[in-house]
């Protein structure tokens, strides 16, 4: 079995072996994840060895053959995948509160399955399945907080089940059109006709609604605002890029350069609005992981606004803009949730006005906050500064793409505002409270190592923006 495959065979595997025998399910996870650790690593090595692949399953002729392909972002997306899941479950095997219950293992370990399979899909029908299996899993995680999360889990169940009927009519009017669903041989022969149009608008929607992309973003904050801590970090961190990651298959791969080019304001202008509508509510917000939900609608913003310039004005740069955000945005957040889970935990509150002292009381965790925060502002040399500074370049190159710029600068500001809210709260010493628990600096410390390891991406800069560069084209 190749590495890619294993990538995708050691979680799914053990999570139906989690579900069946119930052995501890910290200890086995953590391996799990480690495991398809390097096999993602060997995945990539592979790749930049021997480039692009497909893996076809079985024996049926193209066209109607289950084809997984391994492409250098694929392969990197895998890595990606299989560090964050290491890192949530080392977290969740020391903070237990943040889990919901035991079954958040096996739970966990068929998320990463689907997002494996996700990222190596070919076929835009597979990709449907992976996208039910990832929203399956994703709601059952949700609603591992108890009844409280029932109504909002309940929402993302049937949102997410109208975003993949939209995704799936599209599929049905493609395949109608074309008699083809194999991404690359589809993209050789779509024409920019009414039948593609009518599909490429019906998935977009359904792609949009399900990775929570304003203007149909509504149920998100309190899905991962309900969630334990462990779980909001993964859908914060990975669950909505998949979603993303198609959307960008489809217009990159799939779509007429010329209809590309016609959706790209669109999608631009929706980005723009997400990052002022999205930073603007989780500074109004007085709960603090919404706070940081209404953060991740805002940052999902970067990414939509790069990928629709990046069909409109076909700028090679924001491909790895936008790519280099999904990564920066994914590490920011894990720690932002998990150090949100800490300070709601140790304070016994979830508003963001409990968290008066926290500076002295649960210092790690405040720092966590803080140095994620700092990479969604862009402050230099984080990842999201990097990722920032690549998107505004050709957008200050131009006199008539600086309202864009514009744009970003204003969504920057109200990034900063609602960090600092955050962080100045937790050093106000004349309302400082004494925590509700005792602190563990232990599981302050696995909150804070992701946005230690957002602000280590400045040292490869220049090879992973060379590589990314590759990867997009």
Same mark, same amino acid.
């Given at each position: 079995?190749?590495?890619?495959?294993?990538?995708?065979?050691?979680?799914?595997?053990?999570?139906?072996?989690?579900?069946?025998?119930?052995?501890?399910?910290?200890?086995?996870?953590?391996?799990?994840?480690?495991?398809?650790?390097?096999?993602?690593?060997?995945?990539?090595?592979?790749?930049?060895?021997?480039?692009?692949?497909?893996?076809?399953?079985?024996?049926?002729?193209?066209?109607?053959?289950?084809?997984?392909?391994?492409?250098?972002?694929?392969?990197?997306?895998?890595?990606? /995948?299989?560090?964050?899941?290491?890192?949530?479950?080392? !977290?969740?095997?020391?903070?237990?509160?943040?889990?919901?219950? *035991?079954?958040?293992?096996?739970?966990?370990?068929?998320?990463?399955?689907?997002?494996?399979?996700?990222?190596?899909?070919?076929?835009?029908?597979?990709?449907?399945?992976?996208?039910?299996?990832?929203?399956?899993?994703?709601?059952?995680?949700?609603?591992?907080?108890?009844?409280?999360?029932?109504? %909002?889990?309940?929402?993302?169940?049937?949102?997410?089940?109208?975003?993949?009927?939209?995704?799936?009519?599209?599929?049905?009017?493609?395949?109608?059109?074309?008699?083809?669903?194999?991404?690359?041989?589809?993209?050789?022969?779509?024409?920019?006709?009414?039948?593609?149009?009518?599909?490429?608008?019906?998935?977009?929607?359904?792609?949009?609604?399900?990775?929570?992309?304003?203007?149909?973003?509504?149920?998100?904050?309190?899905?991962?605002?309900?969630?334990?801590?462990?779980?909001?970090?993964?859908?914060?961190?990975?669950?909505?890029?998949?979603?993303? !990651?198609?959307?960008?298959?489809?217009?990159?791969?799939?779509?007429?350069?010329?209809?590309?080019?016609?959706?790209?304001?669109?999608?631009?202008?929706?980005? $723009?609005?997400?990052?002022?509508?999205?930073?603007?509510?989780?500074?109004?917000?007085?709960?603090?992981?919404?706070?940081?939900? !209404?953060?991740?609608?805002?940052?999902?913003?970067?990414?939509?606004?790069? $990928?629709?310039?990046?069909?409109?004005?076909? *700028?090679?740069?924001?491909?790895?803009?936008?790519?280099?955000?999904?990564?920066?945005?994914?590490?920011?957040?894990?720690?932002?949730?998990?150090?949100?889970?800490?300070?709601?935990?140790?304070?016994?509150?979830?508003?963001?006005?409990?968290?008066?002292?926290?500076?002295?009381?649960?210092?790690?965790?405040?720092?966590?906050?803080?140095?994620?925060?700092?990479?969604?502002?862009?402050?230099?040399?984080?990842?999201?500064?990097?990722?920032?500074?690549? $998107?505004?370049? %050709?957008?200050?190159?131009? %006199?008539?793409?600086?309202?864009?710029?514009?744009?970003? $600068?204003?969504?920057?500001?109200?990034?900063?505002?609602?960090?600092?809210?955050?962080?100045?709260? /937790?050093?106000?010493?004349?309302?400082?409270?004494?925590?509700?628990?005792?602190?563990?600096?232990?599981?302050?410390?696995?909150?804070?190592?992701?946005?230690?390891?957002?602000?280590?991406?400045?040292?490869?800069? *220049?090879?992973?923006?060379?590589?990314?560069?590759?990867?997009?084209?």
């Amino acid at each position: 079995m190749t590495p890619a495959l294993l990538c995708l065979a050691l979680p799914l595997v053990g999570g139906l072996l989690l579900v069946l025998l119930r052995p501890p399910g910290g200890r086995w996870t953590i391996a799990i994840a480690l495991a398809s650790l390097l096999a993602a690593a060997l995945a990539l090595q592979q790749v930049l060895e021997q480039g692009s692949q497909l893996l076809p399953l079985g024996s049926w002729p193209a066209g109607l053959a289950i084809r997984f392909r391994l492409t250098p972002l694929a392969a990197l997306l895998l890595l990606f /995948g299989a560090l964050l899941q290491l890192l949530v479950a080392l !977290y969740a095997a020391r903070s237990r509160h943040a889990i919901g219950g *035991e079954d958040f293992w096996p739970l966990s370990c068929l998320l990463q399955a689907a997002l494996a399979a996700l990222w190596l899909s070919a076929d835009l029908f597979n990709l449907y399945v992976t996208l039910e299996l990832l929203g399956l899993t994703a709601v059952a995680l949700v609603a591992l907080a108890g009844p409280r999360a029932y109504p %909002p889990a309940l929402d993302y169940l049937l949102l997410s089940l109208a975003g993949s009927l939209a995704y799936l009519l599209g599929v049905a009017v493609l395949y109608g059109r074309y008699g083809l669903l194999d991404i690359a041989l589809l993209g050789a022969q779509a024409e920019a006709d009414a039948a593609t149009r009518l599909a490429l608008l019906l998935m977009s929607l359904g792609l949009m609604l399900k990775a929570a992309l304003w203007p149909l973003h509504l149920w998100l904050p309190p899905a991962h605002a309900g969630a334990p801590a462990a779980v909001s970090a993964l859908l914060s961190a990975l669950v909505v890029k998949g979603p993303l !990651y198609i959307l960008w298959l489809l217009w990159r791969e799939v779509a007429p350069v010329e209809l590309g080019r016609q959706a790209g304001p669109l999608l631009a202008a929706s980005g $723009l609005a997400a990052l002022l509508a999205g930073g603007w509510s989780a500074l109004r917000s007085p709960w603090l992981k919404t706070l940081v939900a !209404y953060s991740t609608v805002a940052q999902l913003g970067y990414g939509l606004l790069a $990928l629709g310039l990046l069909l409109h004005w076909g *700028e090679p740069r924001l491909d790895a803009a936008l790519w280099l955000f999904v990564f920066a945005h994914g590490l920011a957040k894990l720690s932002m949730f998990l150090a949100a889970g800490e300070l709601q935990h140790g304070f016994g509150s979830r508003r963001v006005k409990a968290l008066a002292g926290a500076g002295q009381s649960l210092p790690l965790a405040l720092l966590a906050f803080a140095l994620a925060g700092a990479s969604l502002i862009g402050l230099p040399p984080s990842g999201g500064f990097l990722a920032k500074w690549l $998107l505004l370049q %050709p957008l200050l190159e131009e %006199p008539q793409r600086w309202p864009w710029a514009l744009g970003v $600068l204003l969504a920057t500001l109200l990034s900063a505002a609602y960090v600092f809210r955050v962080v100045a709260r /937790g050093f106000d010493r004349q309302q400082s409270r004494r925590p509700a628990r005792p602190q563990d600096r232990l599981a302050q410390g696995l909150a804070l190592l992701p946005a230690l390891l957002v602000w280590a991406l400045a040292p490869f800069a *220049e090879p992973l923006l060379h590589w990314l560069d590759g990867a997009g084209r």
